[in-house]
């Protein structure tokens, strides 16, 4: 793997000096180096400069068009840098930009060099750019951290795919400093590629919670009609991309299995993808007033506002490494129902006290749990019960504290929280 080998030298010498002394006295810059901006991480990105003013963090994007259509908020606040114009995420790692990529991850280096950057946290490996930065921080000394949302249930790859996966890993491990991960599950997939339990720090992705609790009733009661849910009725929700991987067909046939026995209940899709139309056909036409498919929604206080406005939470995925709207369903106050493999269920679903899980892809089994969950016996009861896991959660996954425990491993000055 010549790519994490050789690459580009820069006279650390001389730029890395000026960079230096033209940051004594200042904060030491740490570089966090993303694809686009998304909504599930400006809030943590913006967590980190608030609570960590010790270090300037800054991030750098390499592409600038996302795969869905999120509001862009500003994010003057995170210290932007823009180096991808032009380049869709979609098209991350695609061989027609192998030179771009490769060229971006010069200009990015010569960014760290130029600011002296003491750490730099990388989400993924998967295009020549990370890789190029990686191999170069390992060279010149810098503390390199990859950042990754991948979870040992989720680690599905066979035959050659699993192959390349178990030669391309755990080399690409051996130049980090560490890995952030986003819970045990993320935990276990990193040391099952070779990294060492203390080079593993607990940083998970998470909502902006204040936000949710600042949603009122009569916010979530104005989402509701907004979307023509009908009133006074009890609600099952999901909220995904509509793909083959999150299996929104599987709770639409849960759903429309319980439906005569919990008539209380409708169930809201919220998202768009390529599934739209198949998945509005697959509901049966008694049911069509009761399943009420909304689109894409890119804001966030309305998503937190009909999560609001319903009851039980599902995500079925047969894929999900992590899965930041369970975050957002447990802040809600939602009883839970998700598949085994996701990310978030490890450490935010609890059996018989806020929901339960069930075995990815298994329709008998989802079914059993979405009965249950919305069993009047048991559905307040799993309600109140999300508060108290994800108090638990919040306080066992803290990402400051995961940031900082990070940043003293790699030799850079933060003090005790």
Known sequence: MWFLE????????????????????????????????????????????????????????????????????????INPVHFGAGHPVAELGHRAWLTRDWAKAARIIAWLVEHDAKAVFIGGYNDITRLRIIAWCHRAGVPCFMVTDSNSRGDLATG???????????????????VMVCGRLGAE????????????????????????????????????????????????????????????????????????????????????????????????????????????????????????????FVLASNYEPWGVVVNEAAAA???????????????????????????????EALTAAVRETADAKNLERYRAGSATVLAEWRREGDPVAGMRAALRYAGVAVSQP
């Not at 106050?333 to 069930?358: K, P, Q, Y």
Request: charged letters at 25%.
């Open 6 to 77: 050789g690459g580009l030298t820069v006279n650390m010498s001389t730029t890395g000096q000026s960079g230096a002394a033209a940051g004594e006295g200042r904060a030491a810059t740490v570089a966090m180096i993303f694809n686009v901006q998304t909504p599930y991480r400006l809030h943590l990105q913006r967590r980190l400069v608030r609570e960590i003013p010790e270090v300037r963090f800054s991030t750098l994007f390499t592409h600038d068009q996302a795969d869905q259509a999120w509001e862009r908020e500003d994010a003057a606040d």
């Open 160 to 178: 050659v795919k699993a192959v390349v996966k178990r030669l391309v890993i755990p080399r690409v491990i051996d130049k980090l400093t560490g």
């Open 189 to 312: 997939y990193a040391v099952k590629y070779g990294a060492a339990p203390e080079q593993v720090f607990t940083c998970p992705y998470e909502p902006d919670y204040g936000l949710i609790a600042r949603v009122t009733q009569a916010q979530a009661g104005a989402a509701a009609a907004k979307h023509g849910l009908a009133a006074g009725r009890k609600r099952i929700v999901t909220c995904c991309r509509l793909i083959d991987v999150k299996r929104v067909d599987l709770v639409i046939d849960a759903f429309q299995a319980v439906a005569s026995e919990r008539p209380e209940f409708d169930l809201v899709v919220i998202g768009n993808g390529p599934l739209l139309e198949a998945l509005r056909a697959r509901v049966r036409a008694d049911l069509l007033e009761r399943v009420v498919f909304t689109g894409f929604i890119g804001d966030q206080t309305e998503i937190s506002a009909l999560y609001r406005a319903a009851h039980v």
């Open 333 to 363: 106050g939602l009883a839970m129902v998700c598949s085994d493999v996701v990310g978030a269920a490890a450490e935010l679903v609890r059996d018989g006290i806020n929901g339960r899980t069930f075995p990815s892809g298994n329709l």
